[in-house]
C-alpha cells in the first residue's frame, strides 16, 4: 500500500540535507511509489547524491538505471556523481549516450576531465562543443597555463576563436574571466604581440574592464617592458588599487628606471609593505644594488618594517653584487629584528655568503638556524662542496627525508668537483634506479665525474641516456662530453660532437679550445681562435687561458706573447694571475729563464706562488745555478709566505750540489705552521707540472 506524503516537501528537504537524511528520504518516496516513476523528485534525489559524499556513487546509479524517463537535469547530474567520487570514465560513457545535451553538460564533464590533468581529451571535448561557453573555455585555459603549456593555450584559444563568430557576446574571446586569464599568461610567458592582441579586443568589444582585468593588464604590460601603456591602463582606473600600483612601480625600478617609480611610489601617502618590496625588488631586479639598500635605509627610518620579501630581496643584490658590508649591515638588522629566525630570510643570507665566497660565514649562518628546510639544506649542499667539506655536505644530503632533484644534483655535482668521481657516479646510477628525473645539470655531472676516471664506456653510456631523455643538443652537456672526449685523448670524437652541435655559445668554443690545448694541438687552437672570431664568438677569460695553455704546450712562444698582449687591446680582456702564469710557464719552457723572471716583476700584482715554482722548476731542469740562487735571493728578501716555493728551492739547490744554501732554505721551512706545510708540500707534489 503506496504512503502519503507531501513530495514538495521532500523535494525542499533533499536540496539542504545529508546523505544519511537523504537516503531515509529516498526510502520513503521509494515507498510512497514517487521514485522512480515521477522526475521532480528523482532528479532531486540524484542531485542530492551528487552534493553529498561519493561513497553513494552506486546508489545514484542504480536510481538513474531505474528512471523510466530522464531528461538533461538527471544526465547532469549522475554525471556530477561519477565526477566526483573518481570515475571519470563512467562520467563520459554517460555523457556519450545523453540524447540530447545542454550547455551545462558540456561544461560539468569538460572541467571535470580537466579536473583529472587529462587536458588532451579536454581540449578534443571543447572543440567538440557545438557552442563554445566561456566556462569550459577558461578551465581548459587555465589548466593549460598552470601546467607550462601557455603555447598550446594560446593555440586552442586561436581554434576556437575560429570556430565561434567573435563579435558575437557569448564568444569566450568576449568574457572578462577568459580574458584575464589570457592575459595573466601573456605576463608570465611574456607574449607581448598576443597580450595586446586581447586588450584591442576588449577595446573593439566594448568590454567592461573590472578590477581584476585592469590589473592583469597593468602587469601584463609591465612583464613585458611597456611601460607607458601599463601607465595608461592605470590612469583610466577609477580606483587605482594597490597591487595595479605595486606592479608597475616595480616595472619601472626593474627596467632602471628608479626616478619614475619613486615619482608613483612617493604619490602614496602611506606606502604599504607590498609597495616598499615593489621598489626594493625592482632595483634588486636592476642590479642597482646601491639604490636598493638607500631605500632599505629610508623604509628602516619610516613607521614600516621590512619583512622576510625585503630581506630576501636586499640580500639577493648585495650576494649578486657582491656588496659585502652593506649585506653584513642587512644581516645585523635581520638579528636585531628576529628576521633572520625566517626561514626564506635564512635562506637569503646563506645564499648571500656563498655568492660573496664567505663560506664560513654561510656555515656560520646554518648553525644559528632553529628549522631549516629541504632548499637551505641544498644550498648548504652547495656551500660545504664549494668549501671542500665533502663530508659535511653528504651528512646534509642524508638527513633530507624528501630529497628533491636539486639535492641529488647538488650532491653529484658536489662529490665530482671534489674529486670524489666514483661516489658521484654511484649517486647519479641511484637517482636513474629510483626513477628520478634527470635533467642537464645531472647529466653534465656525471659526465665531469667520467672525464675525472677517464672512463669513456660510462661516459657514452650516460651520453646515450641523454640522448634517450632529448638532452643530447643541450650546450651544458655537450660541453661536459666534449671535455670527456679530450681529456680521454679522444680529440677527433670531441670535435665531432663540436661539429654536431647547432650555434655553439661560447662554452663549447672554450671546451673545444681547451680540448687542443691538452693535446698539444697549438696551431689548430689558434686557427679555431680565428674562427671563433669570425663567428662573432665573445672571448672570455676562459678563451685565453685555453689560447696560452695551447700556445705553452706546443712550444709557439711568439704566439702566445702575441696573444696575452692582443687580449687586452683588442679584446678588452685584463690579464689574470692565471694569464700571467700561463706565460711565465710559456718563457720557461721555452728557456728563457730571465724573461720570465723579468716578466714575474714587471706583473701588475704580486707573484704567487705557481709563477716562482715555474721558474724555480725551470732553473732545476736545465741546470741554471747562476739563476736558481737569483731566485733563492729574492724569495728570502721577499719572505715568502708559501712553504713550497722553499720545498722546491731547497730541493734544486741540493741538485746543483750547494748543500750548505739547501740548508740555510731548509732551515726556514721550520718557521711555518706544521699542518700548513705538509698541506701544501702535499698539493704541491700533486700539482706541480716539472
Not at 549 to 571: I, N, P, Y
Not at 646 to 666: C, F, H, P
Amino acid at each position: 500500500m503506496a504512503v502519503t506524503i507531501d513530495v514538495r516537501n521532500c523535494i525542499q528537504l533533499l536540496r539542504s540535507c545529508s546523505a544519511v537524511a537523504g537516503q531515509q528520504l529516498h526510502q520513503l518516496l521509494l515507498k510512497s511509489g514517487h521514485v522512480p516513476s515521477s522526475l521532480p523528485p528523482s532528479n532531486s534525489l540524484l542531485l542530492m547524491y551528487a552534493r553529498c559524499s561519493p561513497l553513494h556513487q552506486h546508489d545514484a546509479h542504480r536510481l538513474f538505471d531505474e528512471m523510466p524517463v530522464k531528461n538533461c537535469f538527471s544526465y547532469n547530474s549522475v554525471i556530477t556523481t561519477h565526477l566526483n567520487s573518481g570515475d571519470h570514465h563512467a562520467a563520459l560513457n554517460i555523457f556519450r549516450s545523453m540524447p540530447e545535451r545542454n550547455t551545462f553538460s558540456w561544461n560539468t564533464i569538460i572541467t571535470g576531465i580537466v579536473s583529472t590533468g587529462n587536458l588532451d581529451m579536454a581540449r578534443s571535448l571543447l572543440i567538440e562543443m557545438p557552442v563554445k561557453d566561456a566556462v569550459a573555455c577558461n578551465a581548459v585555459l587555465h589548466r593549460y597555463v598552470r601546467r607550462g603549456r601557455a603555447d598550446e593555450a594560446f593555440a586552442l584559444l586561436r581554434t576556437v576563436g575560429l570556430q565561434c563568430n567573435g563579435a558575437e557576446a557569448s564568444s569566450p574571446w568576449n568574457d572578462p574571466f577568459v580574458l584575464a586569464t589570457v592575459v595573466g599568461a601573456c605576463a608570465d610567458q611574456m607574449k607581448y604581440d598576443f597580450g595586446r592582441q586581447a586588450h584591442a579586443r576588449m577595446v573593439v568589444s566594448k568590454i567592461e574592464q573590472d578590477l581584476v582585468l585592469s590589473c592583469a593588464l597593468v602587469n601584463m604590460y609591465c612583464k613585458c617592458g611597456d611601460l607607458d601603456s601599463a601607465h595608461y591602463v592605470l590612469n583610466g582606473l577609477t580606483q587605482v588599487d594597490e597591487f595595479s600600483l605595486s606592479a608597475l612601480i616595480y616595472g619601472y625600478a626593474s627596467c632602471g628606471h628608479l626616478h619614475e617609480a619613486i615619482q608613483l611610489f612617493d604619490k602614496k601617502e602611506k606606502p604599504s609593505i607590498a609597495l616598499w618590496n615593489s621598489l626594493i625588488s625592482g632595483c634588486a631586479f636592476a642590479c642597482c644594488g646601491n639604490d636598493a639598500f638607500a631605500l632599505f635605509a629610508r623604509m628602516m627610518r619610516s613607521d614600516v618594517s621590512p619583512d622576510s620579501s625585503t630581506y630576501a630581496s636586499i640580500l639577493n643584490v648585495c650576494g649578486f653584487s657582491v656588496m659585502v658590508n652593506p649585506g653584513q649591515q642587512i644581516h645585523g638588522c635581520g638579528l636585531k629584528s628576529g628576521a633572520v629566525n625566517d626561514i626564506i630570510v635564512a635562506s637569503a643570507l646563506i645564499d648571500f655568503y656563498s655568492k660573496c665566497g664567505l663560506w664560513e660565514d654561510a656555515c656560520i649562518a646554518f648553525r644559528e638556524l632553529r628549522f631549516h628546510d629541504t632548499i637551505v639544506l641544498n644550498s648548504m649542499i652547495t656551500v660545504y662542496s664549494n668549501c671542500g667539506q665533502i663530508e659535511e655536505a653528504r651528512r646534509i644530503f642524508d638527513m633530507i627525508t624528501d630529497k628533491s632533484v636539486i639535492s641529488w644534483n647538488s650532491m653529484v655535482v658536489g662529490l665530482s668537483q671534489n674529486g670524489h668521481a666514483n661516489d658521484a657516479l654511484g649517486l647519479f646510477c641511484e637517482m636513474h634506479r629510483l626513477g628520478l628525473r634527470l635533467n642537464k645539470v645531472a647529466i653534465a655531472s656525471a659526465l665531469s665525474a667520467s672525464s675525472s676516471i677517464c672512463s669513456i664506456s660510462f661516459g657514452e653510456q650516460i651520453f646515450s641516456l641523454a640522448t634517450v631523455l632529448g638532452l643530447q643538443s643541450d650546450h651544458v652537456v655537450a660541453s661536459s662530453l666534449i671535455d670527456l672526449y679530450c681529456k680521454c685523448g679522444s680529440l677527433a670524437n670531441g670535435c665531432r660532437i663540436f661539429e654536431e652541435i647547432n650555434k655553439p655559445d661560447e662554452v663549447l668554443w672554450n671546451s673545444m679550445l681547451i680540448g687542443y690545448a691538452s693535446n698539444g694541438y697549438g696551431h689548430e687552437a689558434l686557427e679555431l681562435l680565428e674562427l671563433m672570431k669570425t663567428k662573432g664568438i665573445k672571448s672570455s677569460e676562459r678563451t685565453f687561458i685555453a689560447v696560452l695553455s695551447a700556445c705553452c704546450h706546443s712550444g709557439l712562444v711568439k704566439e702566445g706573447l702575441t696573444w696575452f698582449h692582443r687580449m687586452q687591446a683588442d679584446f678588452s680582456v685584463s690579464p689574470s694571475a692565471e694569464h700571467y702564469a700561463c706565460v711565465t710557464d710559456l718563457l720557461v719552457r721555452a728557456g728563457r729563464l730571465e724573461e720570465a723572471v723579468e716578466f714575474i716583476e714587471n706583473m701588475p700584482f704580486k707573484a704567487d706562488a705557481v709563477s716562482w715554482t715555474t721558474v724555480i722548476g725551470g732553473c732545476k731542469a736545465q741546470g741554471n745555478e747562476a739563476m736558481m740562487r737569483k731566485v733563492a735571493k729574492k724569495l728570502m728578501e721577499m719572505e715568502s709566505s708559501h712553504p713550497s716555493l722553499y720545498v722546491q728551492l731547497s730541493s734544486g739547490l741540493a741538485a746543483l750540489g750547494d748543500w750548505t744554501k739547501s740548508a740555510e732554505i731548509r732551515s726556514m721551512i721550520s718557521a711555518f705552521d706544521g699542518a700548513a706545510f705538509i698541506e701544501h708540500c702535499f698539493a704541491f707534489s700533486l700539482g706541480h707540472p716539472w
